[in-house]
């Protein structure tokens, strides 16, 4: 073949790569997702079966939500941002309308989401009127300069930009309340007043569905590799129970609750956010699989079951590659999680016992 043909031909085949408006298509690539709905005191003995049927159902409900997305060529972003708004909508789990309560009788939402491709990431805390904190992290990442907003002015951005505005009274759930109402009882703290618009109180003391720490690490997240080869991470919390003087735990804070990048994995945390900050858990994970050359599950599980343990700290992460390797470790007697692949078939847990 003459040298000017094996140029053409050359030319041929590259151009097969380069969609009709120039920019670079990606390869196909088999979608992926990991979820988890919170790690903690989580046991057979004190679960009922109608309540872990339910947390399966809601587990099941967001995972499908964000794999129909991938499955249609969407993004591991627009995947991560379905299925947690599903999970901020389903009071079992400890995230918008499920959070818990501040020692001061207050819902206060984090969330944090960041794409591996780029590096860009988006982080909210102490959220009171965003319906979906997973949302308006993303706004953050995507329609501001910054990566962090806290507080009221989280919200202000939000109502600026159109997102979804409640009334505090939404997130508020009557078992979340007086499960705070115990805790603040037993830790001698002052009860504040029912929050304004929310339901009567009952006549007697609701039923205790799920176990007492079943929420001790409440949080939701999310990670996920698309088809195009790209993998991000989410998460969204309602903190923990009676925090006070304005605690933020590791969910929003990029490389301890939440940390993606296409150079090593994606992940999500849920635990005690103070040893989760302390060691950055997230990127922690990261480091051991691009610089190590560690297998995804034996990074998590080193991380979790060595170095967070070495600093007594409890939780646990879900992960993903770009290479399609998915895992979860969790060092608590239960973490709700779930996950599935291109093809493969729906894996769903509660317990340490299962898979």
């Known amino acids: 073949m003459k040298p000017w043909r094996s140029l053409l031909c050359f030319a041929a085949v590259a151009a097969i790569s380069i969609s009709t408006s120039g920019q670079q298509t990606a390869p196909a690539h088999r979608w992926a997702i990991v979820l988890h709905g919170g790690a903690g005191v989580i046991e057979r003995a004190s679960m009922d079966p109608k309540t872990e049927a339910a947390y399966r159902a809601g587990l099941k409900e967001a995972i499908e939500a964000g794999s129909k997305v991938l499955d249609s060529n969407g993004s591991a972003l627009d995947a991560i941002e379905a299925s947690i708004r599903i999970l901020e909508d389903n009071p079992l789990f400890n995230a918008g309308r499920g959070a818990v309560f501040t020692a001061n009788g207050k819902n206060e939402l984090d969330a944090a989401i960041m794409d591996g491709a780029t590096l860009r990431a988006g982080a909210v805390a102490e959220v009171t009127r965003t319906r979906h904190p997973i949302s308006l992290a993303r706004a ?39 499960s705070l109402v115990k805790q603040l009882k037993k830790e001698g703290l002052p009860i504040p007043p029912r929050p304004a618009g929310a339901p009567p109180a009952p006549a007697a003391p609701i039923a205790q569905i799920e176990p007492p720490d079943a929420h001790k690490y409440g949080t939701v997240g999310v990670v996920a590799l698309d088809r195009f080869g790209h993998i991000a991470a989410g998460t969204s919390t309602g903190g923990t129970q009676a925090k006070r003087w304005g605690r933020v735990g590791d969910s929003p804070i990029i490389g301890a609750g939440t940390y993606a990048s296409n150079q090593s994995c994606a992940v999500s945390g849920t635990g005690t956010g103070e040893y989760f900050i302390r060691l950055t858990v997230a990127r922690e994970v990261c480091n051991l699989v691009q610089f190590k050359g560690m297998p995804l599950q ?53 317990y340490n016992d299962e898979p």
Request: proline letters at 4%; a negative charge; charged letters at 20%.
């Open 140 to 178: 953050v990442m995507e329609k501001s300069p910054h990566v962090m907003l806290v507080g009221d002015g989280a919200d202000e951005f939000a109502q600026s930009i159109g997102l979804e505005e409640v009334d505090p009274r939404f997130f508020f759930t009557e078992r979340r309340w007086q």
């Open 298 to 350: 034996l990074a998590a599980d080193q991380v979790i079951h060595k170095e967070l343990v070495a600093l007594h700290g409890d939780g646990g992460v879900i992960a993903i590659t770009p290479d399609g390797q998915m895992a979860w470790s969790f060092n608590t007697p239960g973490m709700f999680r779930a996950r599935i692949a291109e093809g493969g078939a729906l894996q769903l847990g509660v």
